[in-house]
């Protein structure tokens, strides 16, 4: 059984920088790319940034191109979040989920995917 495991989040000021992990335990991170998404408070949760396993391109949301980075280490089976230039908008309970698959429609995990438990950022203002 997969499971994934976040850790990293926890509160930053505005224009702050927080590095979130996702560790995937049962698959190797490479036959089952995982994805980062977020959600806040009375909204849907969304598609932040994630790497697809039939692609070597990193997808972004738009609202957070140029502030955040994903990383991938296939011997640790972890996916990283580096997250720069925080702002009170990224507050929200951050997911990773896997596999992560990327179409002209978007990015996203399947009904059938597997999801961590999330990870709580706040940025304060």
């Known amino acids: 059984q997969v499971q994934l495991v976040e850790s990293g989040g926890g509160l930053a000021q505005t224009g702050g920088s927080l590095r979130l992990s996702c560790t995937s335990s049962?698959?190797?991170?490479?036959?089952?790319?995982m994805g980062w998404f977020r959600q806040a408070p009375g909204k849907a949760r969304e598609f932040v940034a994630g790497m697809p396993g039939n692609s070597d391109r990193t997808y972004f949301a738009d609202s957070v191109k140029g502030r955040f980075s994903f990383s991938r280490d296939k011997v640790k089976n972890t996916d990283y979040l580096l997250m720069d230039n925080l702002k009170p908008e990224d507050t929200a309970v951050y997911y990773c989920g896997a596999p992560l698959k990327c179409s002209g429609v978007g990015c996203y995990v399947p009904f059938s995917g597997t999801w961590g438990q999330g990870t709580r950022v706040t940025v304060a203002s």
């Open positions: 049962g698959r190797t991170s490479g036959s089952f790319p």
